[in-house]
């Protein structure tokens, strides 16, 4: 349940978010830290970059999901998701920030 409460912080808080690339539409979905300083990226359902998915999920196997996949997985069926649309050219240098933790 604890989880399921930071899950709901996160969304409801606008740290979740997808960013559609124009013109080919590619997407990132991002969650933003709560110190808002680093976002993890993730892959809905299946993987996000924070250490609470590393150790919990994939080491412990205690968790199916982090809370930063539970509030994407509520975004999605939602609706509530944020979205930011960047162009194109602007894509290595987000995956640049996202790898360094540094990005927005």
């Known amino acids: 349940m604890r989880?399921?409460?930071?899950?709901?912080e996160a969304l409801?808080?606008?740290?979740?978010?997808?960013?559609?690339?124009?013109?080919?539409?590619?997407?990132?979905?991002?969650?933003?830290?709560?110190?808002?300083d680093r976002y993890y990226l993730m892959i809905p359902g299946r993987y996000c970059s924070c250490?609470?998915?590393?150790?919990?999920?994939?080491?412990?196997?205690?968790?199916?999901?982090?809370?930063?996949?539970?509030a994407l997985s509520m975004a999605l069926s939602s609706g509530g998701l944020r979205e930011v649309r960047a162009d194109d050219r602007e894509y290595p240098s987000y995956l640049r920030r996202i790898f360094r933790g540094a990005l927005l």
């Open 12 to 36: 409801s808080s606008g740290r979740i978010l997808r960013v559609v690339f124009e013109p080919s539409g590619r997407t990132l979905y991002l969650a933003l830290s709560r110190e808002r």
């Open 3 to 8: 989880e399921e409460a930071r899950a709901r």
């Open 51 to 70: 250490g609470e998915f590393f150790f919990n999920v994939l080491l412990r196997r205690t968790a199916d999901a982090c809370h930063h996949l539970m």
